[in-house]
């Protein structure tokens, strides 16, 4: 199993990585902040990771309305590390 699940790319994250450099990125619950800078390191030649901090983000209830009734349910609960780049750069939209 893959330490790196996906980036996280919303408007907020979007800014904050204009403004800093930091990056966020969906990680494997067991991962470590040792384990995840190496992962970066890794796939991303030429980037060089300051710093890495670490959440876990609760599950949430969601629910919607079908034919059958109201479908109760909950989100995963998931890892997200924001990665902070001393050099280099991560741009996901190049091949685009």
């Given at each position: 199993?893959?330490i ?6 919303t ?6 990585q ?8 969906e ?35 969601k ?11 909950r989100t ?16 996901f939209?190049e091949?685009?």
């Amino acid at each position: 199993m893959s330490i790196l699940i996906r980036p996280v790319i919303t408007e907020k994250l979007s800014r904050i990585q204009e403004e800093s450099g930091k990056i966020a990125f969906e990680v494997a619950q067991k991962a470590t902040k040792p384990e995840i800078k190496r992962a970066v390191e890794s796939t991303y030649p030429g980037v060089k990771v300051a710093k890495v901090n670490t959440m876990i983000m609760p599950s949430k209830p969601k629910g919607r309305f079908t034919r059958s009734g109201y479908q109760a349910g909950r989100t995963k609960t998931w890892k997200k590390a924001i990665i902070t780049v001393k050099e280099g750069e991560i741009d996901f939209f190049e091949e685009i």
